[in-house]
């Protein structure tokens, strides 16, 4: 029987990263994980939301919560920016019964919702260790890729609570994954490191050395791709690899993949098409 789960695909696949909802909506079939969709869902705000206005933040993510609720589903994302957020922010009204009070009473007033804080959060990467388990993974690779893979984080997973029963600080999760789909594992320094996302048209320079570093670290350790479980540093370390290493003078000429893409093609979804490499950087190699 599938795991069900009420389905938030996070903010940039809807628009400039449409290739996360469809592998995620591919991969999720192969898994046996029922993707239901919620109806008004809107936007976590990313964070940013909530420089200008963190009461509109929680409020918005309250709403989208409830309506999961009224599902009776914990949500699962590919997006580790709407895990995080969405995590935290039920985190805050859960130890602020003060501000659930008035978070849900401005969600009954102005949409008739209201937040119980029953549901957890989860990222795909979550699911397939704990839900769907290691092993029962490995019998549904059907494509596997025996190479050196780098394993991207981002920091927004990396929060005790959210991983589940992986390390916050020297994770393993995305390790087993990997080595479940024929390959091997690269070890780096900067796998939890920031690449700067939210910075990238205000401190451009800043983050094309945030994601630079990233690159090279992993390249320099024999990394031939990289996997990110975090959709918005995926775009940041794919597209402006070029322009970082111009910045910087450091190798980042690396394929760099979504989570969902790469868990995708091990499951036997698009064989002729491992990923939409907006660098356009070949999957093997310089």
């Given at each position: ?112 919702r209201v937040l119980e804080g029953s549901i957890k959060i989860r990222h795909l990467l979550q ?160």
């Open positions: 029987m599938p795991i069900r789960f009420a389905y938030h695909p996070g903010n940039v696949a809807h628009s400039s990263a449409p290739e996360v909802d469809e592998t995620m909506r591919a991969a999720c079939r192969s898994l046996d994980i029922e993707l239901i969709d919620m109806p008004g869902a809107t936007s976590c705000g990313a964070g940013i939301l909530g420089q200008a206005n963190r009461r509109l933040q929680i409020t918005l993510n309250a709403r989208t919560m409830s309506i999961a609720e009224d599902l009776g589903m914990d949500i699962i994302t590919p997006c580790a920016t709407t895990a995080a957020t969405l995590f935290e922010d039920l985190m805050m009204l859960k130890a602020d019964s003060s501000l659930m009070g008035e978070v849900n009473r401005t969600l009954e007033k102005t949409t008739g699911v397939i260790l704990e839900d769907i388990g290691i092993e029962n993974f490995s019998k549904k690779v059907k494509n596997p890729i025996p190479s050196p893979l780098a394993p991207y984080y981002g920091p927004n997973l990396q929060q005790v609570g959210l991983i589940g029963g992986d390390d916050v600080f020297d994770p393993w999760y995305m390790e087993s994954v990997i080595e479940a789909g024929g390959g091997d594992p690269i070890r780096y320094a900067s796998r939890t490191s920031s690449a700067g996302t939210p910075g990238i048209f205000s401190e451009e320079q800043t983050v094309l050395r945030q994601s630079a570093n990233i690159l090279s670290d992993a390249k320099t350790m024999g990394a031939r791709m990289m996997i990110s479980a975090c959709t918005l540093s995926h775009g940041v370390l794919d597209i402006y690899q070029g322009k970082a290493s111009r910045s910087t003078g450091l190798n980042t000429n690396l394929p760099v993949i979504h989570f969902c893409e790469y868990v995708a093609f091990l499951t036997g979804n698009f064989p002729t098409r491992l990923a939409m490499l907006k660098t356009r950087v070949a999957v093997i190699g310089d």
